[in-house]
């Protein structure tokens, strides 16, 4: 090993190799990924990197602290033999990125040694593959190497077998962020030709020249001409100077579409008030004012999350955030940032509500899909593969979630090829908090007072997460920054989250908090000092992770794990005492005042004096226009019925890749922690993927929190307005079928659009929208929280190096939170008992428009790539009679299973319900009906349910007018069996359904 | 009878704390959730409690081995005070990352019935080297463990990364001969599960997923009792419902018989 005194590393690895499975399990992973040669055997080793003086006994001892004596053999400063290696791989963090692994190293020696690490001392964690390899390609190394490390945020070092053992191991390499000191703020001028001001704003504030003279900018600011325009009027006519570059970042951040919604907020063709004012706070507003008294909306639009009422002592919150930028760059680094980062969105709720359950969603292209694609030209800067950024992604919610001991219950897989590009990762997380605290203060409110310190906890601030809001408003590009990347900590948050939500808001030591997101403290300030009118901060308090930052990167940086308190100063003493005592490290960086203004100082020079409600309302409002964007819908023509291999079709939709079992998913998600979990993500013994999950959050209490989520990025590609109204009647359904009354059911919406500066693209927006509000007022579901990503385009160059560019689908995710009076009426969709009545509730559906069945058919090559079909479409109004119907048979306990039609139609209804428990069916189609549209249309308001053979005359009587189809019986066999006419049309068995139901995701 | 007062630890990713202490109220004990800090700050304080339980969660996230950095961190703070705990007529829980921590405190298995600190086994990453969430069918082996009196097979969820057993040879010989395996994965039909995917959910050697110490007063377990504590966490709740209606939610499941026996070890 090339020795340095600057270090020592300290090599762990498993005595016998057996034990760690991971080789083996890499050894196929790399394998799959279509290498020239072979991999024979992978073994690994963990190492530690010490940074400074550490004495021989320290290191031994720091050994000893970090291995387990059972299992680990470990080297200090020595070589590991390379056995029959011919090649031998190292992964480490690049500079500057969060290493969990090597923060608990450094805590436990602190623990154990009784102080911490000295300011030159540091540790650092990486990882060596030792692999057995034949005939690697340079290509091979390409391919191994991209899947081993994000070079992004990971550094790669290869040594042939010769080179390993020549330099005696791998080199010595420690990651320290160096900066070069004494930034200082500088003024920026904004009167300058046009052309110049739409790089800076686009490309961002000019940092310096390079060796040829090239500009290098800061990274984008994403503001227009118009905004920068105000804001050069502003400081030009109010304060009579140029703005410094740290105020023009703090008003990019604070004006980014990220931020302020401005698409939702712009004046739209005739709506003056926007989409946002007139569809989805319109909506909910109507529907409070409509039900009086028994409005469920507590607090709603106005927090980090939106919250209803629970019971007579407690609120639930729900917040849904997307992160798709990050985590097309680093999936598992954008993900766990998302699901912790929507954590702190409960936790920064009203004074501080506890996380209880997590929802997540992914949208990514067909994993099996290996055409690559570049984000520059001649091949340069390779994107992530779908299967790649789905593992990832998967990953990061895992680690996330179990981490931070929430469980994580509801979420989704989607596929499409529209998220190729840029995939979409949708995170929530619901909350509890009393109604009030032990002090009396209503818990939803709050306000920072003028003389309140402001305080700042959690981790340290750096430079990773540098432009995060500005850079999600823009397309993805070559040039979009690394330091938007981000790697969570969740143990970091897990400890001041427990000291806020279960001690320090009891005890009243806080007047008011936010959670530190986009935009770093240069948001959260700034939002806290609107409660009482200013705020006064000094820079250089805040706590940094490394020297040299220049003012305007400590201000925005979107370092994670970090809240903002306002703290009255007498309570400050007792506040402090607590989180030192909680491990949680926190600081007062200056006060609220009621200046009217927002100041912020660095070593005494002032950095930021302006009015605060400039910062937040100076922004020139926009106005947009549409354009009707013609519909794709067509007729279709179908195969000749006679011709179709019916069984083929019905196995064939269980294994659709957005059908399919996702079990490998949610069993890695802990969703068991807090014992609360009564509708699990898998339904029965034989494990199907539910819609639903039902949570008991308090144990003494027999209601709980009913949760779905829907989406129909298919219906979209033809018509928005359908795919929103669909996705809300199937998100309240979803809650319905499992004994949620409508009328304690709230939801909210996440906007995933595309090109959004495209008046075609901004006219399928506003349907969307206006479903959005004409169905939630027709079923009395308002609207408590939403969000909003405008621009999810990647615009690359393909292996030919043409351009090319991919747009997600318009896609809005409807997500539901209901309450239940009692787990008592919980019911799912298993059949379980044989001779049990299977009834269709509900009519209509002959359209095939974005249905799994047309793209099956399409696959099989039996319908044209052109035939679209029509967009199944219906009435709310039409459907709530049979909804009231049905709640009252599911308050009174009368069904066995209900399904709640979707995605798959009737068919994967009737599969599903018979897999969960491994009963068959005989089932008889009415005659008048084409086989395959019965079973496969997506109509929606419909339901599967089964009853007893005492119930059925109950059933028919009270459905017959909104449509009530008997369909067969439940039987005990697994064999499944249906009639039309008296012929046999379909014959297959549950063992079937449940092969082709398991395969897809079986290596995954 | 005598109301035993239990301390549950909390502190640095502990997640399973509230439910845990729940179970153990909801059978007639006291509880206390203690932050480690304020232990080790006042760690004579153990004398007043009669159960001492590590619960389940993500201590130190896992990192470094999981259990390790927390049972260090005990080690060099709380170890007298343990040692005095354990000699008295005393109990000790560990669920999941707890039972990680006891493994690595050397509390699990012991040396003998009264030694205790050193690692003899391991709990190691999975054999799917992924995290498990799911329920397991597991049978007593032939143990003293207090919390298992009664007890022959139990249905309960895991949730970990990191719980496949591992011991050398002659230490697994002696765990046997000294009764301290305390619980084995099965399958369905409540046979040993031989290792086999998911009934053994981790790849444990023999299949253990419990180990007991001190004449079984030490206890320690990967699978989470408290989240079978009730009828309504079963998997089969919903179902329980559709065949009878008028099912009560409050009824036992599975896990609660472990508090029970703890609480009524005092009585």
Known sequence: MNRNNAGHRLEIFFRDSELDTRGLLLQDKLNALGLSGVINQVWLSEVYTFEGDFSSSRLQAAAALLLNPVVHDCLIDGVRPPGAATVVLEVGFLPGVTDNIAHSAAETLADAWGAPLAADQAIYSSTIYYLQAVNLTVADRRLIGRFLANGLIQRLNWKERAAYLADQGMDLIIPRVRLAAGKKVSLVDLEIPETELMALGKEGIIDHYDDLGKVVRRGPLALDLPSLGAIADYFSKVEKRQPTDLELEALAQTWSEHCKHTIFAAALDDLEEGLYKTYIKGATRKIRQMRGADDICVSVFVDNSGAISFDDEYLVTDKVETHNSPSALDPFGGSITGIVGVNRDTVGFGLGAKPIINRYGFCVADPTDCEPLYRSPGGVNQALRPRRILDGIVDGVRVGGNCSGIPTTQGFLTFHPGYKGKPLVFVGTVGLIPRKTAAGRLSHEKAARAGDYIVVLGGRVGLDGIHGATFSSEALTGGSPATAVQIGDPITQKKFS??????????????????????????SVAEMARECGGCRVELEKVPVKYPGMAPWEIWISESQERMTLAVAPEKWPELERLLVSRGVEATVIGEFTDSGRCQVSFQGETVMDMDLEFLHNGQPRKRLLTRMRPSQE??????????????????????????????????????????????????????????????????????????????????????????????????????????????????????????????????????????????????????????????????????????????????????????????????????????????????????????????????????????????????????????????????????????????????????????????????????????????????????????????????????????CIRLGQVQEDGEIVMHQGGEIVLQTSVTKLSTAYRSTFAGY | MVQPKVLLLTGYGINCEEETAYAFQACGARTAIVHVNDLIAAPGQLGDYQIFVVPGGFSYGDDTGSGNALANKMRHTLWPELMAFVAADHLVLGICNGFQVLVNLGLLPGATDNTFGSRRVALIANRTARYECRWVNLLAAETDAVFLRGVSFLSLPVAHGEGRFYAPPETLTELKQRRQIALRYADAEKLPAHGSFPANPNGSLDDVAALCAAQGRIFGLMPHPERAFRLSHLPEWPQILARNPDSDWQQPGPGRIIFENAVNYFS
């Open chain 1, 498 to 523: 427990d000291a806020i939500v279960k001690e320090a808001r009891q005890r009243n030591l806080y007047s008011s908090i936010t959670d530190n997101g986009a935009g770093g403290i240069s948001c």
């Open chain 1, 634 to 963: 067509n007729s279709l023509t179908l195969p000749d019925p006679g011709t179709l291999a019916l069984e083929d079709l019905f196995v064939g939709l269980f294994g659709r890749l957005n059908l399919a079992s996702h079990a490998y998913i949610s069993t890695q998600y802990d969703f068991e922690v807090q014992g609360g979990s009564v509708l699990k993500p898998q339904v029965g013994r034989g494990q199907v993927d539910g819609f639903t999950t039902v949570v008991q959050p308090l144990p003494q209490s027999a209601k709980a929190v009913a949760l779905s989520q829907s989406l129909y990025p298919a219906l979209s590609d033809l018509d928005t307005y359908a795919a929103a109204a669909t996705a809300i009647d199937t998100a309240v359904r979803n809650l319905l079928a499992v004994g949620t009354p409508l009328s304690h059911i709230a939801l909210l919406d996440n906007f995933c659009w595309c090109s959004s500066d495209d008046p075609e693209r901004l006219w399928q927006l506003k349907e969307c929208a206006r479903a959005c509000y004409e169905t939630a007022v027709v079923y009395g579901t308002p609207f408590i929280s939403g969000k909003d990503s405008m621009y999810n385009d990647f615009s690359g160059y393909d292996s030919q190096d043409r351009k090319v560019t991919i747009s997600v689908p318009p896609t809005i995710l409807i997500s539901a939170i209901g309450v239940m009076p009692d787990i008592k009426r919980l019911r799912s969709f298993a059949f379980v008992k044989p001779g049990d009545l299977l009834y269709l509730l509900g009519s209509g559906g002959a359209e095939l428009g974005g249905s799994e069945y047309l793209n099956l058919l399409k696959d099989e090559k039996l319908v044209a790539a052109g035939d679209w079909g029509r967009v199944p479409k219906f009435a709310p109004q039409a459907l709530l009679p049979l909804y009231n119907s049905l709640q009252k048979f599911t308050a009174a306990g009368d069904f066995r299973s209900l399904y709640p039609l979707a995605q798959g139609g009737l068919a994967l209804a009737l599969g599903k319900g018979a897999m969960a428990e491994g009963f068959g069916f005989t089932l008889e189609m009415p005659t008048a009906e084409r086989a395959d549209i019965f079973l496969f249309n997506e109509y929606p308001g419909r339901f599967l349910v089964s009853v007893a053979l005492a119930v059925g005359p109950a059933i028919e009587k009270a459905f017959a007018d909104y449509g």
